[in-house]
């Protein structure tokens, strides 16, 4: 990388360096490999000389505690406090008592075994006591496990076996369904601090489709009720072309999204509404132990109901990045790109570039990004509270927040993209222009708008889970329009990439998420956007 000196002279600087530990996926070094960085090599280097350090589990206190202002770690110390399954139930509870069950009931009811046996015993007995009720599906997963295994689907409590903690969480036997098939939704989110709170979101993501038709009178076929790849991709029906669905298992969320506004789906508002999750359910681990210089990248499964709902199932620490097929190496080595983007080492690494000994002895040029890529844009997070507060208001160069409203603050250097709600009648139009819709779906779309009242209806969901789309239809490209819909006055303008900045979403929720961080006020401001978001949306139904 070039840098001009103050006295004007061109300086070539020396590469970043990253760490892996065993086990971390090879798709992060490709990337890191890509943009120029150079792998740590502890016999040739000085220990502090790295910038990034990757690794699969929780990193030693140690670490945290001799970080370097040029270092960053992919993990929080106690991330793990929502991604376990049963620490997640636990926090979202608390919460709903807290806070109000309407605001959480984003969260499948869920018990965690054997505590709660008593208590699943008791639900479990109303619900079949109650007359002309259909009795419930339920999902035992044990906490310590991921990828689908251990799962047991069950409606009378006689089948339910478990030898260790297990929770049992209601099943969402209602799921929305494209072409039959039942899919989720992996969401890639990056927390840059929590503290003061920095909430990113990816616009991009994955669909993941199970590759059996859903059938409640099968519960023990996995590959009709999970849709995890790891499952799926064993299937006798993986490589197959389903009707729908193509091959494969995946989908990308634009292709997703793109589908739903063929059938007049409100995917904004669907959007909406899974932004508010995530940032409920951080919220519900706040606070974690103050540490600087990490940063967190989860995985939240969420799974959309047929009345498009959105349900939260679990968050994931380190969710999957390999690559098991063409769509995964789209989404996720953009994905790690971005991060990179959004890490801004460009900033930060000036210190190693002039503190570490001799920093300016490899005099190397290294293609910093590659030329397809943008200029990376500022971001802010990555501090903690103590250093946020003082870098506010010391430097000039540290970015900070900036809302559409214009108040605050010293993040304008973020602002390079500026969502702005476009009426619904120019998107589909747009949408309609780009993949040249066929007559057969217009005419559906048609039909399913004059159907739908006010929000998004069961009647489409229904028309979807029938649906065979035609293969000419492209994908929307997420990154060209409005990712929020709203309220001028409420929403961010950052973007990094495909990360849109989601929390701090207003000046009272910054201030309340900084120092003491103050949940009771930001739940007050999330009710407030809420209530905002669902009047806008009557106002256009
Ligand atoms: P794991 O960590 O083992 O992947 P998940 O909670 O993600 O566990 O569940 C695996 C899959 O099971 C999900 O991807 C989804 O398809 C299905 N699933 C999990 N919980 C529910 C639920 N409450 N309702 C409906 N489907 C569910």
């Given amino acids: 990388m070039e840098m001009m000196t103050d006295d004007g002279a061109r300086e070539t600087l020396k590469p970043l360096v990253f760490r892996l530990h065993e086990n971390t996926p090879a798709i992060v070094r490709e990337v890191l490999l890509e943009r120029g960085w150079t792998e740590f090599d502890q016999k040739e280097q000085d220990d502090a000389d790295w910038n990034l350090y990757w690794r699969n589990s929780p990193f030693p206190m140690t670490d945290h505690h001799s970080i370097k202002p040029w270092q960053r770690l992919n993990h929080y110390p106690?991330?793990?406090?929502?991604?376990?399954?049963?620490?997640?139930?636990?926090?979202?509870?608390?919460?709903?008592?807290a806070y109000g069950s309407a605001l959480y009931e984003f969260s499948?009811?869920?018990?965690?075994?054997?505590?709660d046996y008593i208590k699943f015993i008791t639900e479990y007995s109303k619900e079949r006591q109650s007359v002309g009720r259909r009795s419930s599906y339920w999902i035992c997963k044990p906490v310590h496990l991921s990828r689908g295994r251990g799962i047991l689907i069950f409606q009378d409590i006689k089948d339910l076996v478990y030898h260790h903690a297990v929770i049992v969480q209601k099943y969402i036997s209602n799921p929305l369904l494209i072409s039959g098939y039942k899919l989720d939704l992996r969401l890639y989110v990056c927390v840059t601090s929590f503290c003061p709170l920095t909430i990113y979101i990816y616009e991009e993501g994955l669909v993941r489709f199970a590759t059996e038709k859903f059938d409640l009178s099968s519960l023990d076929n996995i590959y009709a009720h999970l849709t995890n790849t790891s499952i799926n991709k064993y299937g006798a029906s993986y490589r197959t072309y389903k009707e729908g669905v193509g091959c494969g298992c995946k989908w990308t969320f634009s292709k997703f999204r793109s589908y739903l506004r063929i059938f007049g789906v409100d995917d904004v508002l669907l959007w909406q509404k899974i932004n508010n999750i995530v940032i409920l359910t951080l919220?519900?681990?706040?606070?974690?132990p103050e540490a600087s210089n990490c940063f967190e990248l989860f995985g939240f499964d969420i799974l959309v109901d047929d009345e498009f709902k959105p349900w939260l199932l679990e968050v994931n620490y380190n969710p999957a990045l390999c690559l098991d097929c063409s769509i995964d190496d789209a989404v996720k080595r953009k994905l790690l790109h971005d991060i990179i983007e959004l890490l801004n080492y460009k900033q930060?690494?000036?210190?190693?570039?002039?503190?570490?000994?001799?920093?300016?002895?490899?005099?190397?040029?290294?293609?910093?990004?590659?030329?397809?890529?943008?200029?990376?844009?500022?971001?802010?997070?990555?501090?903690?509270?103590?250093?946020?507060?003082?870098?506010?208001?010391?430097?000039?160069?540290?970015?900070?927040?900036?809302?559409?409203?214009?108040?605050?603050?010293?993040?304008?250097?973020?602002?390079?993209?500026?969502?702005?709600?476009?009426?619904?009648?120019?998107?589909?139009?747009?949408?309609r222009e780009k993949m040249n819709m066929p007559k057969a779906s217009s005419q559906a779309k048609t039909e399913a708008r004059n159907k739908l009242t006010a929000v998004n209806s069961p009647f489409i969901s229904a028309q979807l889970s029938r649906w065979s789309p035609s293969p000419e239809v492209c994908n929307y490209k997420l990154s060209k329009r409005p990712y929020f819909l709203s309220d001028k006055d409420q929403m961010p303008v950052c973007q990094v990439g495909g990360f849109v900045l989601i929390f701090p979403f207003n000046e009272a929720a910054l201030q309340a998420s900084k120092d003491n961080i103050d949940v009771k006020s930001i739940i007050k401001e999330i009710n407030k956007l809420m209530c905002k978001q669902n009047s806008t949306r009557e106002r256009k139904a």
């Fill in 78 to 97: 106690e991330a793990v406090r929502i991604t376990r399954k049963d620490y997640l139930a636990r926090h979202l509870k608390r919460m709903k008592g």
């Fill in 108 to 115: 499948p009811v869920a018990f965690i075994m054997p505590n």
């Fill in 348 to 431: 930060i690494d000036t210190h190693r570039q002039n503190e570490m000994p001799g920093s300016k002895a490899v005099r190397r040029q290294m293609p910093w990004r590659r030329t397809s890529q943008s200029a990376p844009e500022k971001a802010p997070g990555l501090l903690s509270c103590r250093k946020v507060s003082t870098l506010i208001s010391a430097s000039p160069t540290q970015p900070t927040l900036q809302f559409a409203s214009g108040s605050i603050h010293k993040v304008s250097t973020l602002t390079k993209k500026t969502p702005r709600a476009h009426p619904r009648e120019t998107l589909t139009s747009q949408l």
């Fill in 283 to 288: 919220l519900a681990v706040i606070p974690l």
